[in-house]
Nanobody, 133 residues
Framework: QLQLVQSGGGLVQPGGSLRLSCAASGETAFILRDNAIGWFRQAPGKGREGVSCIDSSATSTNYADSVKGRFTTTRDTANNTVYLQMNSLNPEDTAVYYC???????????????????????WGQGTQVTVSS
């Protein structure tokens, strides 16, 4: 099964920072290299929320209003990895975070439009982020 591989996450106090990574290598490398990559999160009892998107060339990004100014997504082309840097975290950011690849039939290389989970595929395994004192 083709899948992106996530790392990072954990427990952090309010106001703290964390960085999540999303990587692909070998036969799955193209999933990350050739497409826009999104970050989504799902809190307990809530639906999946689009957090950010970075296009395949790392020239354009898109963020949910809830994280603008606090979260930054970047792409390391040499290591075929996408990051989500999360600063000024608060308890409302507690969730499982996922990185998927944008589908080729939905502007695959671009972050055009809203960050909609139905436009994405090849979801990572998810990583828990807990913000608590």
């Amino acid at each position: 099964q083709l899948q992106l591989v996530q790392s990072g996450g954990g427990l952090v106090q309010p106001g703290g920072s964390l960085r999540l990574s999303c990587a692909a290598s070998g036969e799955t490398a193209f999933i990350l290299r050739d497409n826009a990559i999104g970050w989504f999160r799902q809190a307990p009892g809530k639906g999946r929320e689009g957090v950010s998107c970075i296009d395949s060339s790392a020239t354009s990004t898109n963020y949910a209003d809830s994280v603008k100014g606090r979260f930054t997504t970047t792409r390391d082309t040499a290591n075929n990895t996408v990051y989500l840097q999360m600063n000024s975290l608060n308890p409302e950011d507690t969730a499982v975070y996922y990185c998927p690849s944008r589908r080729r039939d939905t502007y695959g290389t671009s972050c055009y439009g809203t960050i909609d989970q139905y436009d994405y595929d090849y979801w990572g395994q998810g990583t828990q982020v807990t913000v608590s004192s």
